[in-house]
């Protein structure tokens, strides 16, 4: 009975959850140190108390009066920080070395007492552990080298236990004195970083796959002037930004004051992290903080011997200017982040489930910014040798160092020509001996030439170090991510819902999937899945199976080709769906419907018994789009066009990535709707063209380098892309799967409900459906023109001109004239639908659809949100309708068809009002002149 007993406590013990057995594991240490205690320093007098003191005390001696004290602090950091389990092999050996080491110096002290003295003597030194260890060590050494030796192994000890690497104990010593002092103490101490330098290099996960596990705070400084006032004088902490990207330099005013646009921004600031140090001219405070003696301040000819000053350039030089050669390297500290609000730490879901977002500061820190290294001097000679030998009157003026390109700024001569510089573009590339050299005429926003080449001393950019920084941070919206750094060494952050699609591609190998899994880990990490839900896309199987089970997902991760075809067209249900609800409570966007819903200020008819609940946004990622535009093409473009031309005001929002950007992968019609643009490294000059309609991409040096080109801006920013580490994802996705289980709605993956296509239409269907469109494009009804365009037999081609003579497409035979085409270009989709056998009867399309959108139009015949006229006008045209036919909640309020988690809502104030102050994005269509 009793091992039956035992047995199912075991077995029961072994299936609860793990953070119930972590508390259970943390309870029983904090008993243990309750009984230690009563034993050893309280001498209670008690059987049991009796044996714990010959325990402890017969095996450590006066050691063992520590054993409460270990016992409570292990047990608080259980409970305090309960996934900290495998950190307990360091725990471990640091204790052990920390206890011998005393028991055996206790043990000296005590005048090497042996056993046979009697086990009163052992407990009064380091008990029978100290006279273990001391005794032979003192015969071995003497007694004069044995403390020494002792010493050393508990400082060994107390490293192990604090995780700290020998050549960092200053540091340490000092940010625990910047804690003791709240953080004031250090201001002003510019160049702090260097020693952490080099060795952190070693962590890179490029070079190493290392990954270090704690989190420093460096370089600790003052607040910023004024910094403080953001929160306390009540302005909206979301950053009113008008693209969807963001940058932000250390030394910025915040965010949200006057943060700079990406590019073309004609606010000139000083480039890189230079903290509290830097005054208006970025190089002089950064020089000072280095410490430098004689660097001068500015912009000076000096700096490039033989170059005249370029007349008339009165540029303020943001950029750095031409340091002196052989300077040391220049270390921006980590910015201080003890006094920004963190992001909701706890969240209330529907059902009163207490969420807890992961802990931003356990993503790993990456190595300080440098402003400034010696292979950048050596890059401005080659550079300014080559300006020399080709007789040009330029000088290199300064630069600005990113974490992987540095971007040397160029400013010529009067009368000098541009295209001089631009056209030794090779020969730059053989001084510097790098196939990369991008070259900007000019950079945006600057009369100077930009000329970008790869650090030979990369930076890799953590997801941790973006997540942390202060405009990540200052952001409340559920879909803001980290993207990563610019190329002045500031963070480049970017709010999803604002893009509101977003096309990644490039090689293998250039940075894609590490850019999705930083995207999905950004997602995990700062919102909960009321806020956002996802469904993954990932044909190639290997790239996101990190994310299974993760609660935001809301089918599993589709691996199929086929059924992620069919996931798309069930969004775009779910988007129809979300319209039919937004115009029956009159909203325009599923953030006003929610908000509306929090405040409750929207209610059902009464004999409705339907409860409201906020919509998710839904993000969608495409892993490979041309695996599934190779087994569905019509069906995928369609779902994709159809999704990325209405579902940003339902919240719904697409991210396809794709290896090869080549045409019949990315359409026309999807790279017209897809605004966005991330290029990382192309193979190939016309790739580059496909993405960003421009080159550049083919310029890109791989591993996470990309071109960024958030809608509404008009040059892309050169950006290097977040990194996280395999491990960091790991501990992230268990963190929020503990939490939570998935609820997957059945239906996504569903194949969609059988089609009615006319049966004499048969097998003829897609050739059908090429038949309509060259007819009803072109208007021209000829049976040799299928022939022709078509590749089909005479035969063919005239069952065809039957096929669509019957569907009233093209008019009667006239003998051989062309036929009279009855559908004006407009309505093909409509008419298309109507073939394929999943359109709505046909219905007068809303006229003024441009031919160059031709699936504009389409929806006024279902009744999802009229569209017309061209892209940037339709938000106009839907806004109209809707306030036209909708005044407020429709007679039938739509049954609650949007399951996902339908008995849950977010019932957080703080959270449901977050990301509504920076106005939903209808406030962003309109700074970008959208609207
Ligand atoms: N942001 C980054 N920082 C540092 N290194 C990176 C970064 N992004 C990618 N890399 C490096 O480049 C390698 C390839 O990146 P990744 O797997 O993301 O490429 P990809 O474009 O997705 O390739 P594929 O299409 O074959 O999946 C990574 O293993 C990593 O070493």
């Known amino acids: 009975m009793v091992g039956g007993l035992v047995r199912s406590v075991h077995h029961g013990a072994s299936e609860l959850d793990p953070v119930h057995r972590r508390d259970g594991i943390g309870f029983l240490l904090l008993a243990a140190a309750a009984v230690v205690a009563a034993a050893e320093w309280f001498g209670v007098d008690a059987v049991v108390l009796g044996w714990v003191h010959y325990a402890v005390a017969g095996l450590l001696g006066r050691a063992g009066l520590a054993v409460p004290l270990v016992l409570l602090g292990l047990s608080l950091r259980l409970f305090r920080r309960p996934d900290t389990e495998q950190e307990g092999g360091r725990v471990g050996v640091g204790l052990l070395a920390l206890g011998a080491s005393a028991a055996a110096l206790l043990h000296v002290l005590a005048g090497f007492p042996a056993p046979p003295e009697g086990a009163a003597r052992l407990q009064a030194g380091g008990g029978i552990l100290g006279f273990l260890l001391a005794n032979p060590l003192e015969q071995a050494v003497s007694v004069y080298l044995t403390v020494p030796v002792l010493v050393l192994l508990a400082g060994f000890g107390l490293l192990v236990l604090t995780a700290t690497p020998l050549h960092q104990v200053t540091s340490r ?98 480039a890189g992290d230079g903290g509290p140090d830097r005054g208006a001219d970025g190089s002089t405070g950064r020089d000072a903080a280095a410490g430098r003696p004689g660097s001068r301040p500015g912009a000076e000819p000096s700096a490039t011997p033989g170059a005249s000053r370029p007349a008339g350039a009165s540029v303020v030089p943001a950029a750095a200017a031409v340091p002196t050669p052989a300077a040391e390297p220049v270390v921006t500290p980590m910015p201080d982040l003890s006094d920004l609000p963190p992001r909701a730490e706890q969240l209330t879901l529907t059902g009163d489930i ?52 540095t971007r040397y700024e160029v400013e010529l001569g009067q009368g000098v020509k541009v295209e001089r510089v631009t056209a030794l573009s090779r020969n730059i590339s053989y001084a510097v001996a790098s196939a990369e050299v991008r070259i900007l005429s000019p950079i945006p926003g600057k009369s100077a030439i930009g000329i970008e080449i790869p650090n030979a001393d990369k930076e890799t950019v953590c997801l941790g170090d973006v997540l942390r920084s202060e405009v990540a941070r200052r952001s409340t919206h559920p879909m803001t991510i980290g993207v990563g750094k610019d190329v002045e060494g500031g963070y480049v952050v970017a709010n999803l819902a604002k893009m509101p699609h977003l096309l990644v591609a490039g090689a293998t190998g250039a940075g894609k999937s590490s850019f999705i899994n930083s995207m999905i880990t950004s997602v995990l990490v700062r919102s909960t899945p009321d806020e956002v839900r996802m469904i993954l896309v990932d044909p190639k199987r290997v790239e996101l199976t990190a994310y299974e089970g993760v609660p935001h997902l809301i089918t599993p991760i589709i691996t199929n080709p086929k059924k992620a075809a069919e996931a798309l067209q069930w969004v775009v249900a779910e988007m129809d769906h979300r319209y039919d609800d937004l115009s029956a409570f009159g909203f325009r966007h599923v953030d006003d419907f929610n908000k509306a819903v929090r405040k409750g200020t929207v209610s059902v008819p009464p004999d409705s018994k339907r409860v409201l609940t906020p919509y998710p946004y839904l993000l969608v990622v495409v892993d490979e789009l041309a695996d599934l535009m190779m087994v569905a093409p019509r069906d995928v473009e369609d779902s994709v066009v159809r999704i990325t031309q209405l579902a940003r005001a339902a919240g719904i929002h697409l991210v396809l990535a794709t290896q090869r950007p080549s045409v019949d992968v990315v359409t026309g019609l999807i790279k017209a709707n897809v605004p966005s643009r991330l290029a990382f490294a192309t193979s190939s000059l016309a790739d580059s063209r496909v993405v960003l309609d421009q080159p550049g991409a083919e310029k890109l040096i791989g591993q996470g380098d990309a071109l960024f080109l958030p809608m509404g801006m008009s040059k892309p920013m050169r950006v290097q892309g977040a990194w996280v580490t395999e491990t960091e994802v790991e501990e992230v996705v268990a963190h929020v799967k503990v939490q939570l289980q998935p609820a997957y709605r059945e239906d996504v993956t569903a194949p969609a409900a059988k089609k009615q296509i006319d049966e004499d239409i048969g097998d003829d269907l897609d050739v059908l459906l090429q038949a309509a469109e060259l007819v009803v494009t072109t208007q021209f009804g000829s049976t040799s023109m299928l022939q022709r365009k078509l590749r089909v037999g005479f035969a063919k081609a005239g069952r065809l001109m039957d096929l669509l003579e019957s569907r009233e497409i093209v008019g009667p035979s006239e003998g051989s004239k062309a036929r009279d085409v009855m559908v004006r270009p407009d309505d093909l989709p409509e008419v298309l639908a109507r073939l394929r056998g999943d359109g709505p009867p046909a219905a007068p399309s809303g006229g003024g659809a441009a031919a160059d959108a031709p699936y504009d139009g389409w929806d006024d015949a279902d009744g999802a949100g009229a569209t017309g006229g061209a892209r940037d006008d339709r938000d106009d045209d839907r806004d109209d309708d809707r306030d036209d036919d909708r005044g407020g909640p429709g007679p039938a309020a739509p049954v609650d068809r949007y399951g996902v988690g339908g008995d849950r809502a977010l019932v957080g104030e703080e959270t449901a009002e977050g990301w509504d102050d920076d106005g939903s994005s209808e406030d962003a269509w309109e700074l970008t002149g959208r609207g």
């Open 173 to 270: 010593v000092r940010d625990g004195l910047v804690w003791l002092t709240g953080g004031r103490s250090h201001a002003g101490a510019g160049g702090d970083g260097d020693d952490h330098d080099e060795d952190d290099h070693d962590e890179d996960p490029v070079e190493t796959g290392a990954h270090g596990a704690a989190v420093r705070r460096r370089g600790a400084r003052g607040r910023r002037p004024g910094e403080g006032q953001v929160g306390d004088d009540g302005e909206p902490l979301e950053v009113p930004y008008d693209t969807a990207a963001v940058v932000w330099h250390e030394g910025d005013p915040p965010p949200g004051r006057g943060a700079r646009r990406p590019a073309g921004s004609s606010v000139a600031r000083g």
């Open 354 to 405: 207490v969420y807890s977002l992961p802990d931003v500061t356990q993503l790993r820190a990456g190595t300080p910014h440098k402003t400034h290294s010696p292979v950048n001097d050596s890059v401005v000679e080659a550079l300014t040798d080559v300006l020399q030998q080709f007789q040009i009157d330029a000088a290199v003026t300064g630069y600005t160092r990113g974490p992987t390109v």
